[in-house]
């Protein structure tokens, strides 16, 4: 667990399997690669994620609708510190 926001990527992970119950998922932690960038905490974990998705759920959607969907899901996890979310449509 990051010791800045408490978010990893096991987390996010769970909470989108929870959430979305996608078909395809991977979430990498990116953010010791954003060091001293805006949204860093200086631990180099837990501020800057990619998530690549599939599910259901984005059938007929536009892709800011999918996007939503992923964004609403993680909205907690926004107001504790994840600073950036790539999303990757599969």
Not at 25 to 30: A, H, I, R, S, T
Not at 34 to 52: L, M, P, Q, S
Not at 69 to 90: K, P, Q, S, T
Request: proline letters at 1%.
């Amino acid at each position: 667990m990051s010791a800045g926001t408490g978010i990893t990527a096991d987390a996010i992970t769970e909470r989108l399997r929870q959430t979305l119950s996608p078909t395809v998922l991977d979430v990498q932690d990116e953010s010791a690669a954003h060091a001293g960038h805006a949204g860093a905490d200086g631990t180099g974990e837990g501020t800057h994620f990619r998530v690549r998705i599939a599910c259901q759920a984005f059938t007929g959607k536009t892709r800011v609708a999918q996007h939503r969907l992923v964004y609403d899901a993680l909205g907690d996890f926004m107001a504790r510190g994840l600073h950036a979310l790539a999303i990757e449509l599969a």
